[in-house]
């Protein structure tokens, strides 16, 4: 999933759970939740691989989604600081992909294998881009009711 969707997740979630700590769990894990969903990516493949020559396209594509994502959570929220909290623990697991690729330890490289293999496991299947995008729509939608 794109950033803004996640962020979006995790904003929804601090808007309706009043306990912050279960909050942020909640958002956390939701990343998860929301990567089992066969959805297409834009490509990032330049800071996964370390490759920051060529870099450039792909950190322009995240500061976007990431601004994008702030920003309508920020015309839809009260601009309380826990859901700004949950949207940055909602996209957390990115980061640590992206963070493996820079300073790779064994507890980053277990996190990436997970999160690549076994929660992202229907990434090669034969599912058509009409499907990937529209759960991804779905997706926004219905946190965007939720929120």
């Known amino acids: 999933m794109i950033l803004i969707t996640h962020m979006l997740m995790g904003a929804a979630i601090a808007s309706k759970i009043t306990n912050p700590i279960l909050a942020v769990i909640l958002a956390f894990f939701s990343h998860y939740l929301l990567d089992l969903i066969p959805h297409n990516e834009y ?3 330049n800071l996964k691989n370390g490759e920051w020559n060529n870099a450039l396209p792909d950190f322009l594509r995240v500061i976007l989604d990431f601004c994008l994502g702030i920003l309508l959570i920020s015309m839809l929220s009260g ?3 826990i859901i700004y909290i949950c949207a940055f623990f909602a996209i957390l697991p990115d980061g640590l992909t992206i963070l493996n690729s820079i300073f790779s330890n064994e507890i980053l ?3 990436n ?3 690549r293999e076994k929660i992202h496991f229907l990434k090669n299947k034969k599912i058509l881009s009409f499907w990937r995008i529209l759960n ?3 997706a926004i939608v219905i946190t965007l009711i939720v929120f």
Request: net charge negative; hydrophobic share 40%.
């Open 109 to 111: 490289e277990i996190h």
């Open 113 to 115: 294998n997970f999160h």
């Open 79 to 81: 601009g309380e600081l």
């Open 43 to 45: 490509p990032v493949e």
């Open 136 to 138: 991804q729509i779905l």
